[in-house]
């Protein structure tokens, strides 16, 4: 009998034991696959590394790869590399925050959203440390490889993203328990490697380039606030001061909303272009995140929203592919 099955037969009965074998069935498959998975093991780096988020990297680039191309400068070899130190700087990410959430303790039992992999074991503190001065110097052997295509003024760039993705979570000032995580995510999910992108190809910068940009950067946010939203009573435990621990889960939701519709309207810039199906195919994404924002609001609050976690992912996938695509024809 499958999982699912099992939950059914559980639920027909009407005793009052119910909900504590359900629980307890879902502690000992989480545990079950807990044990299964070898400390420092392939399968446990691929886990830490949570493939799901590399879509946030990969959607900045490909927009900027699209500005590159509408004007004449899109190039191969940069763009590939573009992509390369995106998900290279995604995955560092992921390990820092793995490890300082869990030194730090906000890790707990408690937590709603997807293991990690230092909390549950998969991976030592020593060998995430390890982890992540590997992939930091891999990150930046990649940079190296942009400057005869950007210039050196991508040093500074590139030293900012490797010192604010551990600024992130590390250090005495943890700007994500102070509430600039939204703040970051426009800056690094959206200025900077939209921008970037585009200028190791083009050398310039203009008005479309900063709409993509800041459009990106809030279709990205949606997917922190879903997250922010989700663990808002153990981050208040936490001391994690988010926005929506300081405004209440109704701003949030509202936030939520808001974030996607102000980075439709903002494609409304592309009729200056002539561009009008960078206008308009975008504003398809409208129809899955109006109907994600309802369902969020319906559930409200536990494990639940990370149902939430994945379609936010996907329609955030939809946007940039809509996106880069209306800008291409």
């Known amino acids: ?25 879902n502690t000992i498959i989480t545990e079950s696959m807990n044990n299964s998975i070898k400390p420092n093991s392939f399968q446990a780096w691929l886990l830490a590394m949570r493939p ?22 899109f190039q191969p070899v940069p763009a590939l590399l573009c992509f390369l130190f995106a998900f290279l700087m995604q995955t560092d990410a992921n390990f820092i925050n793995d490890l300082y959430d869990y030194l730090k303790g906000t890790d707990r039992e408690d937590r709603l959203g997807p293991e990690r992999a230092c909390a549950q074991g998969w991976i030592t503190p020593a060998g995430m440390k390890r982890g992540i001065a590997v992939t930091t ?38 700007l994500a328990y102070h509430g600039w995580g939204d703040v970051l995510v426009l800056i690094f999910f959206g200025f900077v490697p939209v921008g970037c992108t585009f200028y190791v190809m083009a050398h310039s910068w203009n008005t ?47 936030l939520y909303f808001l974030l996607g519709m102000a980075a439709c309207w903002l494609c409304f810039y ?60």
């Open 1 to 25: 009998m499958d999982k699912k099955a099992i939950y059914r037969h559980l639920n027909e009965g009407k005793d009052e034991k119910t909900p504590y074998l359900c629980g307890l069935f």
């Open 52 to 73: 799901k988020t590399l879509t946030g990297a990969a959607i900045p680039v490909l927009l900027g790869c699209a500005l590159a191309y509408i004007f004449g400068k």
């Open 270 to 329: 592309f009729i200056w272009l002539g561009k009008i199906y960078a206008v308009l195919l975008p504003q398809l994404y409208l129809i899955p995140h109006i109907l994600t924002t309802q369902k969020m609001a319906r559930i409200g609050k536990g494990k639940a929203l990370n149902r939430i976690l994945g379609e936010t992912s996907r329609n955030m996938l939809l946007f940039g592919l809509l996106l880069a695509l209306g800008l291409i024809l």
């Open 208 to 254: 479309a380039v900063f709409v993509v940009s800041l459009a990106c950067g809030l279709i990205i946010d949606t997917l922190l606030m879903v997250n922010n939203f989700r663990d808002r009573e153990q981050d208040a435990v936490s001391g994690k001061r988010t926005l929506v621990v300081r405004f209440g889960a109704r701003t949030g939701l509202l």
């Open 137 to 174: 110097l891999l990150a930046c052997c990649v940079g190296l490889g942009l400057l005869s295509y950007g210039g050196w003024e991508m040093i500074p760039v590139g030293l900012a993203c490797v010192v604010f993705a551990f600024l992130y979570t590390a250090g005495p000032y943890p």
